[in-house]
Antibody, heavy 115, light 112 residues
């Protein structure tokens, strides 16, 4: 059974940093292209970024609103995906989901940016 | 960026009746390999999204056959042949043909 479990969300002040993680199991993580998608309270889905598998180059792409502030990385030996978020703003408040191969989703972790 | 426009944004339905959701993209979603990378997701209240349809018209395993995806180019439709109570929630189309990935605004399926 495929499982994606996000963790690390919480309350952070504007301008602060936070790192969230996504632990994967039940599929070949090292071969998967992994995404972060966020959902602001009561709003729709917004793609944040993606990291390709190492065998496909490991390239990382970001959505314009987070480029230069967010960093996606992966540790295949631990089957874990990371999202490092810096210079957080109130507009970054959302549930952050990891999504594997455009198919599997985790339960999400809530990040709240507020003073 | 490719803009995905769904309609309607709210869809009141009667249980047992059909329902259709439209999704239009600002440019063709046919990739250079001939594949249309258009997915449909369902998000039930309080849950994570779940993929129903991938590459335009392929149903994911475990998805009831009352769900179907159709369309071509830049015009797509998700059809539910007979709505059941468990189908209530918000439906999103998503394109993966062009970078960056973009989602539609979502269509809320609710009981009439």
């Amino acid at each position: 059974e495929v499982q994606l479990v996000e963790s690390g969300g919480g309350l952070v002040k504007p301008g602060g940093s936070l790192r969230v993680s996504c632990a994967a199991s039940g599929f070949s993580f090292s071969d998967a292209w992994m995404n972060w998608v966020r959902q602001a309270p009561g709003k729709g889905l917004e793609w944040v970024g993606r990291i390709k598998s190492i065998t496909d180059g490991g390239t990382v792409d970001y959505a314009a609103p987070v480029k230069g502030r967010f960093t996606i990385s992966r540790e295949d030996s631990k089957k874990t995906l990371f999202l490092q978020m810096n210079s957080l703003q109130s507009e970054d408040t959302a549930v952050y989901y990891c999504m594997a191969e455009d198919k599997y989703w985790g339960q999400g972790t809530l990040v709240t940016v507020s003073s | 960026d490719v803009v995905m426009t769904q309609s309607p944004l709210s869809l009141p339905v009667t249980l047992g009746q059909p329902a259709s959701i439209s999704c239009r993209s600002s440019q063709s979603l046919v990739y250079s390999d001939g594949v249309t990378y258009l997915n449909w997701f369902q998000q039930r209240p309080g849950q994570s999204p779940r993929r129903l349809i991938y590459k335009l018209s392929n149903r994911d395993s475990g998805v009831p056959d009352r769900f179907s995806g159709s369309g071509s180019g830049a015009d797509f439709t998700l059809t539910i042949s007979r709505v059941e109570a468990e189908d209530l929630g918000v439906y999103y189309c998503m394109q993966g043909t062009h970078w960056p990935i973009t989602f539609g605004q979502g269509t809320r399926l609710e009981i009439k």
